[in-house]
């Protein structure tokens, strides 16, 4: 949230990770975005509840932090009767926070009582969350929702009123992408290459009409995981507008290949389907001006931009 409100540059961010590393805490470069006494960055702890404004064309949002550790439930306290909203960010194995020694259930009331009409519930660490079989993230994110509306239900929180997020706040849990499958078929472990920016992976998985496949032949709407690792940098050059296609054929100009736009699990999608057979070259000016897409398409069909332009 702080990046995309512009509270946190890449500078800001290194600055972060420098200090984390100087700790040993690595792995807490972010928390230290709101972490910021010495107490709070030696232990990986937060204590204080802060506060971060964030802005947006319509709203003014106050963002507050507030410790989860249980020695720290007076200051969440604080937090809490300020707010009108609650984020609550619950760990995808969820057994510890919601047993009788976890405090989950102590922040859910406070929230609950002390203003917030309404959650946000974030559950977090799907990375951690073995993947036995396809549906196993799925199962893991609703068992956890249901342990956790649980308590909500018992204050008399409507389920309208929550909204579930399953994140992976560390690391992303691989690329999602959308789009048409414009020509060939895609199949799950197929490695594909994402032109302009020249990534390869292989497919994870494929889904449709919320039902995972084994492939997609031309025509299919489908969204696709793609094994990026949640590598956040090489996420971000994959714009909209991206192609996809089989990562042997080095042109995409022989071969069948697929089209996609980009989104990622919890973040906001800007989908737009781009492209086809690339016969003929376009420069991101162009493509800019004549088509108004963003992305530095490095290359494409004039003839099958317009047609998916006209798609939409
Ligand atoms: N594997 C994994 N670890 C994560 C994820 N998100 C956060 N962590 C780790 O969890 C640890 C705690 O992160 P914090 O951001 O301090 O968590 P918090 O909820 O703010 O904790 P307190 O405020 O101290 O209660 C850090 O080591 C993070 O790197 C995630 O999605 N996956
Ligand atoms: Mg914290």
Redesign the pocket.
């Known amino acids: 949230m702080a990046t995309r409100f512009g509270q946190l540059d890449s500078r800001a961010l290194s600055k972060l990770e420098k200090d984390a590393m100087e700790n040993n805490k690595s792995?807490?470069a972010?928390?230290y975005f709101t972490?910021k006494t010495e107490q709070e960055r030696k232990r990986?702890?937060?204590i204080q509840t802060t506060l971060v404004k964030m802005e947006t064309k319509k709203f003014a949002i106050n963002f507050l932090d507030c410790?989860?550790?249980a020695d720290y439930i007076k200051n969440a306290t604080n937090g809490c009767k300020q707010s009108d909203l609650s984020i609550v960010?619950v760990p995808a194995r969820f057994e510890a926070s919601c047993s009788t020694e976890g405090t989950l259930k102590t922040h859910l009331t406070l929230a609950g009582i002390l203003g917030s009409k309404n959650f946000i519930v974030c559950i977090?660490?799907?990375?951690?969350v073995e993947i036995k079989n396809e549906n196993s993230l799925e199962t893991a994110f609703e068992a956890a929702c249901e342990a956790v509306y649980k308590f909500l239900k018992r204050l008399g929180v409507k389920r309208e009123a929550v909204i579930f997020l399953p994140?992976?706040?560390?690391?992303g849990h691989g690329a999602v992408l959308c789009g048409r499958v414009d020509y060939g078929i895609i199949k799950k472990g197929d490695v594909v290459k994402i032109l302009p920016v020249g990534i390869t992976s292989d497919v994870k998985s494929i889904e449709a009409h919320k039902q995972s496949i084994p492939e997609a032949p031309a025509g299919t709407n489908i969204g696709f995981v793609l094994n990026l690792k949640g590598d956040k940098t090489v996420m971000d050059k994959i714009k909209t507008g991206s192609l996809v296609g089989p990562s042997n054929d080095t042109n995409f100009n022989l071969q069948p290949f697929y089209i996609a736009s980009c989104k990622f699990v919890c973040r906001d999608s800007g989908i737009l389907v781009v492209c086809g057979n690339i016969t003929d070259k376009i420069t991101a000016t162009e493509a800019k001006e004549k088509y108004d897409l963003d992305v530095a398409v490095v290359s494409g069909d004039k003839e099958a931009i317009k047609k998916s332009k006209a798609k939409k």
């Open positions: 792995s807490f972010l928390a972490d990986g702890v937060t410790p989860g550790h960010v977090n660490k799907l990375d951690e994140i992976s706040a560390l690391k």
